[in-house]
């Protein structure tokens, strides 16, 4: 894959694309929202101004280390219902995920086929093994790593403080 061409591809009834900067006002509606703003480290507020920015990191993050974040969308040219994150990891053959869904579009399971996806996706650079960090009181993305096929790590949770809040993450692993 050469890294300078747009990614796009299609898996569990879902389209995946790479962000674009006319996207703007989708991503605000999406990651403009206070559950957003508890879970995840996306700035708040998500201003289309901010967005623009994050697609312009988005695509720089790919060309840099290999970071994928991906539009997930539930037609082809359709508007973004949510972002799926591929990273490498520091681990061999490991990579760690991330997702979100728009309020509007859960339900269905989209989260757990975009995370899927991304898993194929991520199988086929010959990944072995991907890793979540989610709230241990986040229970819809918990819900989401269960249906994808992930397990809770036996580990002691880490404390991440971020924009007002204390989190207590927890670590999930699937094998591939």
Known sequence: MIQDEPLSFSAYDLFFREWNESDAEQMTRLFDTDEMNRW????????????????????????????????VCSEPGGPPIGEVLIFPSEEPETVELAYAVGADYRGGRVGARAVEAALD?????GTRRAV??????????QATAEAA??????APLRRRERKGFVLHMQTWVRLL
Do not use: C, M
């Open 40 to 71: 995840t480290p996306l700035p708040s507020p998500f201003t289309p101004d901010v967005a623009l920015a994050y697609v312009a990191r988005a695509l720089d993050a790919r060309k840099q280390n290999g970071t994928l974040q991906l539009a």
């Open 121 to 125: 996706h991520a199988r086929l650079a």
């Open 132 to 141: 979540l960090t989610i709230a241990e009181d986040n229970a819809a993305s």
């Open 149 to 154: 096929g992930f397990s809770k790590k036996e």
